[in-house]
């Protein structure tokens, strides 16, 4: 079933103002995706293809210019209250600038328990314990709960973000460059974190991305976004190797080699990967 | 080119600690020397340390600096001054907020000109010499943009990442410097401009034969363009050699750490067999982090 999904959308900004030249910029077109329940799917593209736009028009916070964002088959914004509500609980976002999604005078229970307090509101020794839960859940400890965010690293706070996407148990989780900035080791520990939670409690996944690498481990489909529209997506007689558009090749081509002797170059690692 | 000997920084704030300790290395000339680490390792100090930059709160308590056979740690701050921009420049991560908004890229060109030797005073654009001029053009021209002009007219706002990255190689190109510092000059850009930018340095390294040393966290971007690594791990070196004898036979265990959480991006281990992608060991610091399984009830609704 499609969870969520976003049926021939188009989104236009103004850009210039006062002063300037007004002109308007169609950052999407005619763009269909669809999450189904329990997978995951990989939204890659150039910065300024649209995919993070995409990815807002999916957690409802624009509406489309044309189109419609379903959640269950339903029009998230003309289907009443109750069921936005639903939505806007079942659909959770983190966001790559972990350090700008944060109150900096928010304690790190406050920050992770704002979405409770939205839904499921708690007595303060309940919201402690399970904020507490949360915490471990990605790697922290008790011992941070009364911590501010200037008291963690990058890598500590950008999972402080995920417990809060987990906070209020949510069905899908939209990822928007959430790992790619982080070092190394954390990148490692979170997409371990982020795969376990699929195996285990079946969330889907948005992985919003420039990197290949990431969405062809992580994802049971892809979708290649560029100049706002989807130029290639996984089909069942179209696997992520078989692709062909020059945008997907020019991102292919820039994933960095595994290696300094120009082995393990990663279009060699897709193409046996999949055929093996 | 440059030689770093028992480096050794304190930050004074609250109590004094150490953060960088007995760090040493040195970048050859005309070669990649990569600086690897975790953010808060040191790496980043220590690349300010080099060019006298390093903020208020943070002091230098022992060790040498010496690039080109000058002892850094003796000049006078007019000397350093001449250093930057003269023989050794500095990249940094954030094009975005290393550019002045309301300043056209013009503006930018003419202040790192006169900084450095060029037409002191006379900083507006509309009097920029020709001599000056033709020097930006150059050097923009140098870093692939096919109107220069264009460029130079525009405010950073209305380039892309990508460009303004390039714009700042440009601007570390405007002398003729034997020694480039690049602090994660790609760690913001998408994976497209990323290998242009790559390609950028690479190109740049071998047509001056300067000496470059690239901090990162990426090791991707180390196999990419290291000839030498240095890995620094809590204010440490922790191990240093070429790039593929580092590679092949890591001796440290945060090294070996790092290689492994690298190459299971790309499916694979230290053994060149594809191991199928997402079969890596969880680390240990996460092992115990399983977050429980959604209850029933929530799943079912």
Known sequence: MNLLEARQVAKRYRRGGLFGKRSEVRVLEDVSIALEEGKSLGLVGRSGSGKSTLGRLLLGLERPDEGQILYKGKDIFTSGKEH????????????QNSLGAVNPRFRAVDIVAEPLDNFEPLSAAERRCRVAALLEGVGLSEADLDKFPSQFSGGELQRLCIARALAPRPRVIILDEAVSNLDMLIQVQVLNLLRRLRDNSGTTFLFVSHDLRLVADMCDSVAILADGHIVERTSPEKPLRDFSHPAFLELLDAVLPARPDGSGVFRNILSQERTA | MLAVESLELEILRGRPRKVVRNVSFSVPRGRVTCLVGESGCGKSLTCLAILGLLPEAVRRTGGTITIDGERVNDL??????????????????????????????????LESLAAHGGNPGRLSPEVMPESDLARARRSLAEVGFDSPDDILDAYPFQLSGGMLQRVMVALALLSEIRLLLADEPTTDLDVVSQARILTLLDETRRRHGMGV??????????????????????????????????????????????????????????GDEAVGVGTVSPEPCLAAATPGPVPEEVRLR
């Open chain 1, 84 to 95: 936005f509500r639903r939505f806007r609980r079942d659909v959770q976002v983190v966001f």
């Open chain 2, 76 to 109: 006078s701050p007019e000397h350093l001054q001449a250093l930057r921009g003269g023989k050794a420049a500095m990249i940094l991560q954030n094009p975005m907020s290393c550019f002045d908004p309301i300043c056209t890229v013009k503006s930018h060109f």
């Open chain 2, 213 to 270: 040393l690239l901090v990162t966290h990426d090791i991707g971007v180390v196999a990419r363009m290291a000839d030498f690594v240095v890995v620094m791990h809590k204010g440490e070196v922790v191990e240093q050699g070429e790039v593929a004898t580092l590679f092949a036979a890591p001796r440290h265990a945060y090294t070996r750490a790092l290689l492994q959480a690298h190459l299971s991006l790309y499916g694979l281990s230290f």
